[in-house]
């Protein structure tokens, strides 16, 4: 059996003439929070239906907790767990029938279904909620029910389609914890998502650009190896130093934020406070920091969007 949760070789998928994935290679290790990190549309969804084996690979080899794909596609969905994108629960059922429903779906005992339930619903603070409507809880709620829902047979491998797009910070620092938790007791977990904050959580992840793996690694691995140093700058005129920097070929990006100006340089430039003291005709800056890259920069720089 493969030692990885997840190995892809070359998977892409087409529809008609348009591949929505194409040569995608992953290599993910149990245990870990992998993610998929990209914008709406870059096929992160399409990606995730392959893996769980709900769409066929138009193309490349699979392999999903040693199964082969799609062959062994049915054996597959028992072992693993799948949170989609919309909720996709019974809204005018209660949060305990939905989740009896499931369990009776996995094939739970009459015994180990009540015990997983209530187990669950302490778990995620639903115990309170047991008979409310699912469709009348709170985003945060219905979030929450949605993965107790999804882990409720114990699935080795859990994929979750941008599960925070519905919910407030506080709630999805409080998801996040949830799945370490799920993690720490050897759950596979496949995530993706458009917010940075919630990547840099992943042990590692790839970013997808257009159907493309554009990088992939650990998050830090990402930062240090992406081939720029980060300046923030403070002036007075920054909409117009902004442009005059992105004419110079060593700026990869400048984008303002707030009252300063983050400018991503090339490596090749060893000395970038420096080099940037020594241009002519820029309009003038009141200070010039080095700081510390971040995944947005790496986002930025893969996917070339920051000479705009
Ligand atoms: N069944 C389909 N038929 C035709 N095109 C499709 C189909 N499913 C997906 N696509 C296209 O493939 C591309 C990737 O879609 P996908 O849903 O995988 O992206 P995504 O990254 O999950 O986006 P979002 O975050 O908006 O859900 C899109 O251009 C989409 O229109």
Redesign the pocket.
Known sequence: MSQWAIEAQGLGRQ??D?W??RELDLQIAPGTIYG?L????????????MLTGLLRPSAGTLSVLGYALPRDAEKLKRTIGYMT?NFSLYRDLTVRENLTFMAQIYGLSRRERRQRIDQLLRLFGLDQRQAQLAGSLSGGQRQRLALAAAIIHKPKLLFL??PTSAVDPENRREFWEQLFDLCDEGTSILV?T?YMDEAERCHKLAI?ES?SKRADGAPEQLMAQMGVQVIELEGQDLRRLKQQLLRLVPVRSAAQLGARLRVLIDSTITEPLIWLRQQRGLSPIAQATLVRPSLEDVFVICTGEGRQ
Request: glycine fraction near 20%; include cysteine; aromatic fraction near 12%.
């Open positions: 529809f008609g348009f929505a994935i998929f990209g914008p709406n549309g870059c096929g992160k969804t399409t990606a995730i239906r994108q389609d941008e993706s458009h997808l159907g």
